[in-house]
């Protein structure tokens, strides 16, 4: 029962971590963040193969997950301080986007309530497509939904490493009992020992004369 239960919630967490990094993959595309799309794409792939070590009681896939959570963490964590200028970071340079482009993030002109503006300038000698974006009445800031993003992967990614090391601990207990209860009847019943056959000699009939 409790590694049903275990597995269960372990198979629920998966998803919801699979749901909230689509969800991510998808506004870090429209914003050219190449960094977090990396990243992203990474935490995919990593998940479905926890979400399938779960379902088919494959530990060794698990650990591939618990171990890629613990850095999916950090990596989290980096960029909540990224956002929130942590340690000399700054939000406004080009680390999110390998300083080859100069996107920031989609939620910086698209955040809830945030009225986006294009204003051509005015003054002489410069180019006629050169234009200046901008935004205001944004309700939150968007390092703030940054954050949140993080914050809830952070959440997710915690729980999920608990689960994941509960599930792994009950896989190990029933792999453990089964090789000490069952294994050696099992290879008994499956070898049964050989009878032993008393040869004798066959002798030659002779021809009739």
């Not at 993959?25 to 990396?38: E, K, N, T």
């Not at 070590?53 to 618990?66: H, M, S």
Request: hydrophobic fraction near 45%; include cysteine; glycine fraction near 8%.
């Amino acid at each position: 029962m409790g590694c049903c239960t275990g597995r269960c919630t372990l198979v629920f967490l998966c998803s919801l971590q699979l749901l909230a990094a689509l969800e991510r993959q998808i506004f870090d595309f429209l914003g050219f963040q190449w960094a977090p799309i990396l990243g992203n794409f990474l935490q995919i792939i990593v998940v479905i193969l926890g979400l399938f070590g779960t379902i088919q009681f494959r530990p060794r896939y698990i650990v591939v997950y618990t171990v890629w959570t613990a850095l999916w963490v950090t990596w989290n964590v980096f960029i909540i301080c990224f956002y929130l200028e942590v340690g000399g970071l700054s939000k406004e340079t080009d680390l999110m986007t390998f300083n080859i482009s100069m996107h920031r993030s989609w939620w910086r002109e698209h955040g809830p309530g945030c009225i986006r503006r294009v204003v051509r300038p005015s003054a002489p000698g410069i180019l006629d497509d050169y234009s200046y974006v901008s935004v205001t009445g944004c309700i939150i800031d968007f390092q703030y939904l940054e954050v949140i993003h993080s914050a809830i992967q952070i959440l997710l990614s915690l729980i999920g490493f608990v689960y994941a090391c509960y599930v792994i601990s009950i896989f190990m207990e029933e792999e453990d009992s089964f090789d000490f209860i069952g294994g050696l009847d099992t290879y008994s019943y499956r070898q049964p020992p050989q009878e032993h056959v008393e040869l004798k000699p066959v002798k030659p009939i002779g021809r009739n004369k």
